[in-house]
């Protein structure tokens, strides 16, 4: 597809479990970026790769989350024992990064996730 | 460290009226200044950007920002607001050599008929 594609776009699941949140960019690009976004509140940055490499990592809320990215594409993020308060929508976006300074970020639809 | 202020988490305005979303930003060196719109139900979208140059930039759907580098400020505006701009406007900032883009809160506008 010609955008970014997240799923699954709506996930509940119970206060413990593990989630695991997919990214697919478009083709070409080669920075992603996690975002969250909770109910009332602004974008919250968590993560960026360029490339497969995560430079920086400083907006995870805590070691319950992570990301990857495998062969400059798809990414996934990994919430290891949710909790209440992790639910909110995940946003994903990419650019052209570093290959076009300034470039605009493209952003998918998000994940919901409900954590009862 | 690079921040974001959008100081009104709500701006009203009836339609055919000129409209203003504030921003204000705070970073290390040159900005690059971004606003995004999201409606109802959907993903954000980018409306424009200034990197450099004049000041006054034009984006999407009529809208346009002033760069003010005095004042730290990039307002979103629009001569004359319509319904359909109903919806939550982001202002966001990053700088040169860093890809991580900063938002602020967002402000909801509603175009009153």
């Known amino acids: 597809g010609a955008g970014v594609s997240q799923s699954p776009s709506n996930k509940v699941t119970e206060k413990g479990k593990d989630v695991e949140l997919r990214c697919d960019p478009i083709s070409g690009h080669t920075a992603l970026y996690w975002y969250r976004q909770s109910l009332g509140q602004g974008l919250e940055f968590l993560i960026y790769?360029?490339?497969?490499?995560?430079?920086?990592k400083s907006g995870l809320p805590s070691d319950r989350f992570s990301a990857e990215r495998t062969g400059g594409s798809v990414s996934t993020l990994t919430i290891q024992r949710t909790q209440q308060e992790d639910s909110a929508v995940y946003l994903c976006a990419s650019s052209l990064g570093s290959q076009a300074k300034s470039s605009p970020l493209h952003f998918g639809n998000g994940t919901r996730l409900t954590v009862t | 460290a690079q921040s974001v202020a959008q100081p009104e988490d709500q701006v009203n305005v009836a339609e055919g009226n000129p409209l203003t979303v504030k921003c204000t930003y705070s970073v290390s060196g040159n900005p690059y200044l971004f606003w995004y719109v999201q409606y109802p139900n959907r993903g954000l979208q980018f409306l424009l950007k200034?990197?450099?140059?004049?000041?006054l930039v034009k984006g999407s759907y009529g809208f346009e920002a002033e760069f003010n580098k005095s004042q730290t400020s990039f307002h979103l505006k629009k001569p004359s607001a319509l319904v359909s701009d109903s919806a939550l406007y982001f202002c966001a900032v990053r700088i040169f050599g860093n890809e991580k883009l900063t938002f602020g809160t967002g402000t909801r506008l509603t175009i009153i008929p």
């Open positions: 790769f360029q490339g497969n490499s995560a430079p920086d």
């Open positions: 200034y990197i450099t140059g004049d000041n």
